[in-house]
C-alpha cells in the first residue's frame, strides 16, 4: 500500500481549519463591533468594540466588506466538505456575521439594552434562519441514517422546537427558553422566516415530484407551478388571518413568496434536467426538508395559539365571573385570588397556560380596588393581557347591562383581542 501524497494529507486538514476560521471570524467580529458592555469590568464573552474605531461608518460598506469575508469562508466549506452540518453551519455564520455587523455598526441600542441576551438571541436567529435554508441538506443525510438513529436524532429537535416556539413572550422574564425581553428568535427566526421557508421548501418539492413524471407536457408544468406557489401561499394567508403569523399577509408579500417558490422550483428543475441515480432522492430530500422543518414549527404555532385562547377564554373567564359573584354577595371585591377559594367561588385559582412548561410559576396579576381591579397575564408576542371591569360605581343597573352585553366574549373590557394582534 502506497503512502498517501503530501497534498492528499493536506486536503485532509483543510475542512477543519475552514471551519475553525468561519467560527473565529463571527468571534472576531462579535467581539469587535458589538458596543463594549463591560460594566465594572471586561468579561472574555461581552463585546468590547475594539474595531469600532476602524470599522466602515456606513451600514452598507461594513456589510460588503465583512460579508464578503463571511461568503468566501462559506463557498470554501462548500467546496471542500460534503457534510451538510458543516454547510448548515457555514450558511449560518454568513447570517451571524450580517446581523453582527447590522447591530454593531448600525444599530448597537438593542444590544446596549438586552446585553449577553441579544449576543445569543443573534446566534440563535442565524442557526434557526440557516437550518431552514439548508434543510433539503440536512434531511436528505437524516433520511441516509438507520432507523433508531433518525428517531433518536430528530425527535429532540422536533420536541425542543415545539417548547421554543411556544414560549413566543417578552413580558414574563421567568418564561422558558425567552432569552431576552423581546422574542426575536421565536418571532423572525421561527414564526416568520422558518415555517415561510420550510413551507417554500414543501411547495418546491410537491413541484419537482410532478415535474419529475414522464411524459412532461405543459399542463404537467403549470400544474407543478400552482401546486409549488399554492403550498407557502396558503400557509401566509392561513397563518395570517388565524393569528398564526404575527402579521396578515398582503398583496406584496403574496406576490414576492410566489416569485421566489417559482424561482427555486425553475432553479432546482434546472439543476436535475439531466437526471441521474441520485436526481430521486434529492428530490426526496427537498420535500423531506420541507416536512421535518415545517412540522414541529406549525404545531408550535398553533399550540402557542390555542394556549392564548384557552388563557383568556376559559381560566380568565372562570376568574372573572368568581369575582363577579363574590362582589354581588360581599359588596367588594376581594384583596388576593385566593380568598375566592376560601369562599367557595373557585375550587382553585387556575393558571394561565403560556409556554410547555408552564405551571406553578405562571400565575394570574391580580390588584383590587375595592370596587374594581386589574386582572393581567403574560401572553404571546410581547403582550401583557390587562381585563378591567367595565363599569363604574355609579351607573345604573341598566348601564351595566349594556355593558356586559356588548362584550360578548368575556363581559369586561380586555387590553387583548380574542386572538393574539398582529405586530405589524
Known sequence: MSA?????????????????????????????????????????????????????????VGLALFGLIAVALAWALFQTSRSSVLRWLAISQVLAVGLVVSFGIGSSMAWSFFH?????????????????????LLAGAWSRLPGWARFASYTPVFLGLV??????????????????????????????????LATTWLGAGVGLIILGHEP????????????????????????????????????AAIGLAALVVVLLLGALAWAHRKPDEATPSRVRAVL????????????????????????REESALAVTDALQRFIDREGTFPDKLDELVVAGDLEEVPSPRIGLLSGADETFSYQSFGTGYILEFSAPRWIQCAYNPPWA????????????????????????????????
Open 4 to 60: 498517501p501524497s503530501p497534498g492528499a494529507t493536506w486536503t485532509r486538514y483543510i475542512t477543519p481549519i475552514l471551519g475553525i476560521a468561519a467560527l473565529a471570524y463571527v468571534v472576531l467580529l462579535h467581539h469587535g463591533l458589538g458596543p463594549n458592555l463591560a460594566l465594572g469590568g471586561n468579561r472574555w464573552w461581552m463585546p468590547s468594540g475594539f474595531l469600532s474605531d476602524v470599522a466602515p461608518e456606513s451600514l452598507g
Open 116 to 136: 449577553w441576551r441579544w449576543s445569543v438571541s443573534l446566534g440563535l436567529l442565524a442557526l434557526a434562519v440557516g437550518a431552514a435554508l439548508t434543510a433539503p
Open 163 to 196: 417548547a421554543f416556539e411556544r414560549n413566543v413572550t417578552g413580558t414574563d422574564p421567568m418564561l422558558p427558553f425567552a432569552i431576552s425581553p423581546w422574542p426575536v428568535v421565536q418571532i423572525f427566526g421561527l414564526e416568520v422566516l422558518g415555517s415561510w
Open 216 to 251: 412532461r407536457s405543459t399542463l404537467r408544468s403549470t400544474l407543478a407551478v400552482a401546486a409549488a406557489v399554492a403550498i407557502p401561499l396558503c400557509w401566509l394567508g392561513f397563518g395570517g388571518h388565524f393569528a398564526l403569523l404575527p402579521f396578515r399577509t398582503g398583496a
Open 288 to 311: 423531506l426538508g420541507g416536512l421535518l422543518a415545517s412540522a414541529p414549527l406549525l404545531l408550535g404555532q398553533t399550540l402557542t395559539l390555542l394556549d392564548y385562547q384557552t388563557t
Open 393 to 424: 360605581d355609579d351607573l345604573s343597573e341598566e348601564e351595566r347591562a349594556e355593558f356586559e352585553a356588548e362584550d360578548v366574549e368575556l363581559g369586561g373590557a380586555w387590553s387583548c383581542p380574542s386572538k393574539p394582534p398582529e405586530l405589524w
